[in-house]
C-alpha cells in the first residue's frame, strides 16, 4: 500500500468525498483533516476526539465527537455527540445525551445513524441513535451489553450492520425493527477486532481489524459470510478504519503510525448513502 498522508495521529475516517478528496479524522489531535491530490489541509479543529466521519448533503461533514475520553489525549475538550462542519465552514452539533459516539452513517430513510459505546475497559455497554440531521433530534433505538463500533448498510438496505468489539463479530438488525430481540450475528471473527468496514459494488465486506496481538492487524474480506481473503499491509496493531472509492481505491487508517494509505481494489466501493439512490437513479 501506498502512503498518501502521515504523521496524522490517531487516525479515524476515511470518507471518500463526493468532490474526489479524501477526509479523516484524527482522535488525539481533536482535528478533521481533507487530503486533496496527496496534500493534506486542516479542514477544522473539533477538540475532543474526532472518531467516524460520514458526508451528507452538500458536502456537509458529520463526525462522531467522544468528547475527548481516550484514545483521545489531546487538552482541548469538546462535548460529546455530533459534530457538523458545513460545506461554507459554519459548525454545529447536535446529540445531546450521547455519551462517547464512535461512528455514523446515513440510512436509505434519511435518517444519520450513529454508535455509541461506553468507554470502559469492559467494552460492554452502549447505544444507537436515530438522528434527524434538520431538527437535530436523536432517538436511542437500541441499547446493548457490548460495545457497538463500525456501522453501515449493504446493498439490500433492509439491515443495518454494526461491529460488536467485544465479541468480535458483525451482527446486523432490521432497519424497519431495531430491537434488542432482532440482533444477529452475521460473521464472527476469527482473529482480530472488528472496527470500522465497507461494503464494495459486489457485496463484499471488508472489515479493518486492529489486533494487539504480536501478530498485529489486519484488514479481512468476507463474501458470504465466509473469510475470502486477508491482507497485512504492515505491522501495525491499529488499522481501524476504510473506504473504498468509485475509482476503485482502498483507503485504510492506520492509528499506529499516523498514516493514511491507499491501494487499488478490484471493484469500486457500494455508494453511501444519502448517494446511492442520486447514483443508481442516474
Known amino acids: ?148 463500533n463500525g456501522i453501515g448498510f449493504s446493498r439490500d438496505d433492509e439491515w443495518i450492520y454494526v461491529a460488536d468489539s467485544r465479541h468480535a463479530r458483525i451482527v446486523r438488525l432490521p432497519l424497519a425493527d431495531p430491537r434488542s430481540e432482532t440482533v444477529e450475528t452475521f460473521i464472527t471473527l476469527d482473529h482480530g477486532i472488528p472496527d470500522g468496514f465497507a461494503f464494495d459494488a459486489e457485496d463484499n465486506l471488508i472489515i479493518a481489524c486492529p489486533n494487539f496481538t504480536p501478530a498485529g492487524g489486519d484488514v479481512q474480506v468476507y463474501a458470504r459470510r465466509k473469510l475470502v481473503e486477508v491482507i497485512r499491509p504492515g505491522t501495525s496493531k491499529l488499522y481501524t478504519n476504510l473506504a473504498i472509492s468509485s475509482d476503485r481505491y482502498l483507503y485504510l487508517c492506520d492509528a499506529d503510525s499516523g498514516n493514511v494509505l491507499r491501494s487499488r481494489w478490484p471493484c469500486a466501493g457500494l455508494p453511501l448513502h444519502p448517494f446511492r439512490s442520486v447514483l443508481s437513479s442516474s
Do not use: H
Open 1 to 148: 500500500m501506498d502512503i498518501i498522508a502521515s504523521g496524522l495521529g490517531m487516525l479515524e475516517g476515511p470518507v471518500t468525498a463526493q468532490d474526489g478528496s479524501i477526509v479523516v479524522t484524527s482522535l488525539d489531535q481533536g482535528k478533521v483533516f481533507r487530503i486533496v491530490d496527496d496534500s493534506v489541509q486542516t479542514l477544522a479543529n473539533t477538540g475532543g476526539g474526532a472518531n467516524g466521519a460520514t458526508e451528507g448533503p452538500g458536502g456537509v461533514i458529520f463526525v462522531a465527537q467522544n468528547g475527548g475520553v481516550p484514545p483521545a489525549l489531546n487538552q482541548k475538550r469538546s462535548p460529546a455527540g455530533v459534530q457538523v462542519i458545513e460545506a461554507n465552514g459554519a459548525r454545529r452539533s447536535f446529540g445531546e445525551g450521547m455519551r462517547s459516539p464512535n461512528d455514523l452513517c446515513f440510512g436509505p430513510d434519511g435518517f444519520l445513524y450513529v454508535t455509541d459505546p461506553t468507554r470502559k475497559p469492559e467494552r460492554d455497554d452502549g447505544r444507537i441513535w436515530r438522528c434527524n440531521i434538520d431538527t437535530g433530534e436523536c432517538t436511542q433505538i437500541l441499547t446493548c451489553d457490548w460495545y457497538p
